[in-house]
């Protein structure tokens, strides 16, 4: 069965720096494009981050663009997230998720606070 496990979330300052990896099994990764979520404390989950199936095309929210870089190795079955400059707005669960099928991850929390 699909299943999408998220790791690397933690506490950072203001201003550091984190990545997350959702690592993938069950299904053809190559095959897929994968995108990033977040929910906030009291808000709605937010789409934070799209990629194709080959990587070469890539989709940001405003809030995040600039700062924030989505990737993939496919021979590792793994998206990431890389997140630059962070702020305590980013502060949320972030769950990675496979659009065609609707699959969650568990999601992992990232928090943001000096």
């Known amino acids: 069965q699909v299943q999408l496990v998220e790791s690397g979330g933690g506490l950072v300052q203001p201003g550091g720096s984190l990545r997350l990896s959702c690592t993938a099994s069950?299904?053809?990764?190559?095959?897929?494009?994968m995108t990033w979520y977040r929910q906030a404390p009291g808000k709605e989950r937010e789409l934070v981050a799209a990629?194709?199936?080959?990587?070469?095309?890539?989709n940001y929210a405003a809030s995040v663009k600039g700062r924030f870089t989505i990737s993939r190795d496919n021979a590792k079955n793994t998206v990431y997230l890389q997140m630059n400059s962070l702020e305590p707005e980013d502060t949320a669960v972030y769950y990675c998720k496979r659009p065609i099928g609707n699959y969650w991850g568990q999601g992992t929390q990232v928090t943001i606070s000096s």
């Open positions: 990629i194709g199936n080959a990587g070469d095309t890539t």
């Open positions: 069950g299904f053809t990764f190559s095959s897929y494009p």
